[in-house]
């Protein structure tokens, strides 16, 4: 029978109970959990309530006692992270960055390390002790980058390609720094490049016996149509694939990235990705609880200016180079600014490089938790570091003169589509099959770069600024479609636009249909919720497969949609009708 005087038992209890608070109560503030996690860890670790437990023993139920018992947890949360991150990809990705990788990635690490050392060696440090140190802070987070800026946009991939190199590269740095040690002599170095070979041959092993086994593993599980044993299957092939390297001498992050990336060649990739992702963000979750607990908050009081510069010093070291590097691969301003501010922190391999520095005698106890503090400073600072490239990002974009919103044709720019994601580009796509003019805006340079591409008349602008409003000349225009996924920039660019062009159609997206009575309230002459068109597709579907004939389908299908809509105007507390007849009024004097 389980006692509440149990560790292990206690311990859990106060990780979920934090999970269960942390989520939801910075979710309703738009506030990263990130942060949540790591100040719940820095309150209930050993440096906070902890330290209050032998004067009030209840406390003891409201903290973590042990925490070496937790950091396993922590460790499978980054290597699920990792294993998901695999699923992303494919080989065929993998290869076409391998000069970001390899070419970018390396300079980044061994730039910023080489650069953080000589400072380092400046202050009194060893030659050992600075370069290792140096290549510790060089080091990012790939457990809080990849959530926030993930693997497919330009920032994300930049970011990725940088953490996969480093991750790649923890192994070596650990055996150079046994190398770097004053009793090492010669054993480093054989020991570097046994671990090397060994790797090397792992790593075939895995992807020979991944193509040949997993197929049918996977597909014996499928057929049992058993959820429980395709979980099983799935963490059973990224413990083992994380033995096999941690085995050879390898980080076991690297058997977790090689499982996800066999895996995402089968078909079974999609319900694999869609199991494991609780256990992930729950380990990450703990993960983040552990970095929490290294926060000693007295000690950072009494030292708050060194740690502060410090911390200050390593971040700007980092987004020079990074950004700089990224400048010269080509990458475009903006994006290269946001990679390297979301960088510029140091990272949770950062302290297992730390104590292998100081197991080494390369530097001091003192030393290490220093920058211990500054490592858990930085990671809990990611999340703001984060909004802050964005900013960066957006203010350079804004500047640079190419990007500046082009003058609009004096006869008018016909339809005019706000956000060009998916959805603005279905729009656009069918006004130019039938052959409408339009124009297309969006705040995301990557998107205008893309679509460009593709033949699509966008311009880069953010419609948050007033300017670039008045700059697209929307009382000449034909209508407006707002398609952006942002319900409160919506009914607030729509209460604008109605007040200035009181005749304009303002055709709106939705999330449902109390956002949709929200729109008709800010002068939406339509307003299309998600929900209902998804849902009116879906139906639709069901009564084909089922037999009915077309016709009737349509027709009922119109008539509830219909119902729906009429529902939506009486919360609106609008006359629809009324907007029916004015809008069928000026069709009937631009068609006499």
Same mark, same amino acid.
């Given at each position: 029978?389980?006692?509440?005087?149990?560790?292990?038992?206690?311990?859990?209890?106060? +990780?979920?109970?934090?999970?269960?608070?942390?989520?939801?109560?910075? =979710?309703?503030?738009?506030?990263?959990?990130?942060?949540?996690?790591?100040?719940?860890?820095?309150?209930?670790?050993?440096?906070?309530?902890?330290?209050?437990?032998?004067?009030?023993?209840?406390?003891?139920?409201?903290? #973590?006692? !042990?925490?070496?018992?937790? $950091?396993?947890?922590? $460790?499978?949360? #980054?290597?699920?992270?990792?294993?998901?991150?695999?699923?992303?990809?494919?080989?065929?990705?993998?290869?076409?960055?391998?000069?970001?990788?390899?070419?970018?990635?390396?300079?980044?690490?061994?730039?910023?390390?080489?650069?953080?050392? =000589?400072?380092?060696?400046?202050?009194?440090?060893?030659?050992?002790?600075?370069?290792?140190?140096?290549?510790?802070?060089?080091?990012?987070?790939?457990?809080?980058?990849?959530?926030?800026?993930?693997?497919?946009?330009?920032?994300?991939?930049?970011?990725?390609?940088?953490?996969?190199? $480093?991750?790649?590269?923890?192994?070596?740095?650990?055996?150079?720094?046994?190398?770097?040690?004053?009793?090492?002599?010669?054993?480093?170095?054989?020991?570097?490049?046994?671990?090397?070979?060994?790797?090397?041959?792992?790593?075939?092993?895995?992807?020979?016996?991944?193509?040949?086994?997993?197929?049918?593993?996977?597909?014996?599980?499928?057929?049992?149509?058993?959820?429980?044993?395709?979980?099983?299957?799935?963490?059973? %092939?990224?413990?083992?694939?994380?033995?096999?390297?941690?085995?050879?001498?390898?980080?076991? #992050?690297?058997?977790?990235?090689?499982?996800?990336?066999?895996?995402?060649?089968?078909?079974?990739?999609?319900?694999?990705?869609?199991?494991?992702?609780?256990?992930? &963000?729950?380990?990450?979750?703990?993960?983040?609880?552990?970095?929490?607990?290294?926060?000693?908050?007295?000690?950072?009081?009494?030292?708050?200016?060194?740690?502060?510069?410090?911390?200050?010093?390593?971040?700007?070291?980092?987004?020079?180079?990074?950004?700089?590097?990224?400048?010269?691969?080509?990458?475009?301003?903006?994006?290269?600014?946001?990679?390297?501010?979301?960088?510029?922190?140091?990272?949770?391999?950062?302290?297992?490089?730390?104590?292998?520095?100081?197991?080494?005698?390369?530097?001091?106890?003192?030393?290490?938790?220093?920058?211990?503090?500054?490592?858990? +400073?930085?990671?809990?600072?990611?999340?703001?570091?984060?909004?802050?490239?964005?900013?960066?990002?957006?203010? +350079?974009?804004?500047?640079?003169?190419? $990007?500046?919103?082009?003058? %609009?044709?004096?006869?008018?720019?016909?339809?005019?589509? +706000?956000?060009?994601?998916?959805?603005?580009?279905?729009?656009?796509?069918?006004?130019?099959?039938?052959?409408?003019?339009?124009?297309?805006?969006?705040?995301?340079?990557?998107?205008?770069?893309?679509?460009?591409?593709?033949?699509?008349? %966008?311009?880069? &602008?953010?419609?948050?600024?007033?300017?670039?409003?008045?700059?697209?000349?929307?009382?000449?225009?034909?209508?407006?479609?707002?398609?952006?996924?942002?319900?409160?920039?919506?009914?607030?660019?729509?209460?604008? %636009?109605?007040?200035?062009?009181?005749?304009?159609?303002?055709?709106?997206?939705?999330?449902?249909?109390?956002?949709?009575?929200?729109?008709?309230?800010?002068?939406?002459?339509?307003?299309?919720?998600?929900?209902?068109?998804?849902?009116?597709?879906?139906?639709?579907?069901?009564?084909? !497969?089922?037999?009915?004939?077309?016709?009737?389908? #349509?027709?009922?299908?119109?008539?509830?949609?219909?119902?729906?809509?009429?529902?939506?105007?009486?919360?609106?507390?609008?006359?629809?009708?009324?907007?029916?007849?004015?809008?069928?009024?000026?069709?009937?004097?631009?068609? &006499?």
């Amino acid at each position: 029978m389980l006692s509440l005087n149990n560790t292990g038992f206690s311990d859990t209890l106060v +990780i979920l109970g934090a999970a269960g608070l942390v989520i939801p109560a910075f =979710a309703r503030f738009r506030i990263s959990p990130v942060i949540g996690f790591i100040l719940v860890g820095a309150l209930v670790g050993p440096f906070g309530l902890g330290t209050l437990v032998g004067q009030n023993p209840w406390l003891y139920y409201f903290t #973590i006692s !042990d925490t070496h018992s937790i $950091e396993p947890f922590a $460790e499978f949360g #980054i290597i699920l992270l990792l294993f998901s991150i695999g699923l992303e990809l494919s080989f065929k990705r993998l290869w076409a960055m391998r000069k970001l990788v390899f070419g970018v990635g390396a300079a980044e690490l061994v730039g910023a390390g080489l650069i953080l050392a =000589a400072a380092l060696y400046l202050t009194g440090l060893s030659t050992g002790g600075a370069i290792g140190l140096g290549l510790a802070l060089a080091l990012s987070s790939t457990a809080l980058v990849i959530p926030i800026a993930g693997t497919t946009s330009a920032v994300g991939r930049a970011a990725f390609a940088m953490l996969l190199f $480093e991750d790649l590269a923890l192994v070596p740095i650990i055996f150079g720094l046994g190398a770097l040690a004053p009793s090492a002599g010669n054993a480093g170095v054989v020991g570097l490049l046994t671990t090397l070979g060994l790797g090397v041959l792992t790593v075939a092993a895995l992807f020979l016996g991944g193509r040949l086994l997993l197929p049918r593993m996977f597909g014996q599980a499928a057929r049992t149509k058993s959820p429980e044993l395709f979980l099983a299957a799935s963490l059973l %092939v990224v413990i083992a694939a994380s033995l096999a390297t941690t085995a050879a001498g390898l980080s076991p #992050i690297v058997g977790a990235l090689i499982a996800g990336l066999l895996i995402a060649e089968t078909e079974y990739h999609g319900e694999v990705e869609a199991i494991t992702a609780p256990f992930k &963000g729950l380990a990450l979750g703990v993960f983040l609880i552990t970095v929490g607990m290294r926060l000693d908050l007295g000690f950072v009081l009494a030292n708050w200016a060194p740690l502060l510069g410090a911390t200050v010093v390593v971040m700007v070291v980092k987004v020079a180079v990074t950004t700089g590097l990224l400048k010269l691969s080509g990458a475009r301003t903006g994006t290269a600014t946001e990679t390297g501010v979301l960088m510029a922190s140091p990272s949770e391999t950062t302290l297992i490089v730390l104590g292998v520095a100081g197991a080494a005698g390369l530097i001091s106890g003192t030393t290490a938790a220093f920058w211990t503090t500054v490592t858990a +400073i930085g990671l809990t600072a990611t999340p703001l570091l984060a909004k802050a490239g964005q900013l960066f990002s957006r203010l +350079i974009e804004q500047q640079e003169k190419d $990007e500046a919103p082009a003058q %609009v044709d004096a006869a008018g720019p016909g339809t005019i589509v +706000i956000g060009f994601g998916r959805v603005g580009r279905t729009v656009a796509e069918m006004l130019r099959r039938h052959n409408l003019p339009y124009l297309g805006v969006d705040a995301d340079i990557d998107n205008v770069n893309a679509a460009r591409k593709e033949g699509y008349t %966008v311009l880069f &602008g953010d419609v948050t600024r007033n300017e670039l409003v008045d700059q697209l000349k929307l009382g000449h225009a034909k209508a407006l479609v707002l398609t952006m996924d942002d319900p409160v920039l919506t009914v607030r660019l729509t209460k604008r %636009v109605r007040g200035w062009v009181p005749e304009l159609p303002i055709i709106a997206r939705a999330r449902d249909a109390a956002h949709a009575a929200e729109l008709y309230k800010a002068g939406a002459t339509d307003a299309v919720p998600e929900t209902l068109e998804s849902s009116l597709q879906l139906s639709e579907a069901v009564l084909v !497969d089922v037999g009915i004939a077309v016709g009737p389908v #349509i027709a009922s299908i119109h008539e509830m949609r219909d119902e729906m809509r009429k529902s939506i105007k009486e919360a609106s507390d609008l006359d629809r009708e009324l907007r029916v007849r004015l809008r069928r009024t000026r069709q009937s004097e631009v068609g &006499g």
